[in-house]
């Protein structure tokens, strides 16, 4: 395991959502399943009590906490997608599977993780500043899912 790792706390449903997340994303596995070797306040003896697994490459842990600590905006994970099939495969597989849509390129799993699908187009212009990023940035306010093609025009100067 890694020395620094993204604790994720879900219900009793850590290991559904790792399987998920490995089944959505390039370089994501579920790595190991540890079940609870006593009751606790979450949870059973036997129950599943962390699930490891990486997103993308990054180091996760899913605790088993029980419905405690719910999650929030506060944190979510950002996908950064190379063209528009990447970016509606992304979403669709999140907000398709009981997720749920916001706004600006983000969306919500149905374990309530949030997740923003961003095409590199998008923070490149971002990054680029002056009127090319307020450009990108007044398109990307109108939107949910991120239309790369409206991006791209409005870092043209064509919105």
Request: proline share 4%.
């Amino acid at each position: 395991m890694s020395k620094a790792v993204v604790c994720l706390w879900y219900n009793h449903d850590a290991e559904d959502a790792a399987r998920f997340y490995a089944s959505v994303f390039p370089g994501s596995a579920v790595t190991a399943v540890h079940r609870a070797p006593d009751d606790y306040p979450g949870g059973k003896a036997g129950q599943v009590l962390t699930v490891e697994f990486t997103v993308c490459g990054i180091p996760c842990l899913g605790l088993n906490g029980g419905d405690t600590f719910p999650h929030s905006e506060a944190f979510s994970i950002q996908i950064a997608t190379d063209d528009q099939a990447e970016t509606d495969r992304y979403w669709d597989a999140i907000v398709n599977n009981g997720g749920t849509a916001s706004a600006c390129g983000w969306c919500k799993d149905r374990w309530g993780l949030s997740w923003q699908i961003t095409p590199r187009v998008l923070t490149d212009a971002i990054a680029t500043g002056g009127t090319v990023a307020q450009r990108a940035f007044a398109a990307m306010m109108t939107m949910g899912k991120i239309d790369v093609a409206r991006i791209e025009a409005a870092v043209r100067g064509e919105d």
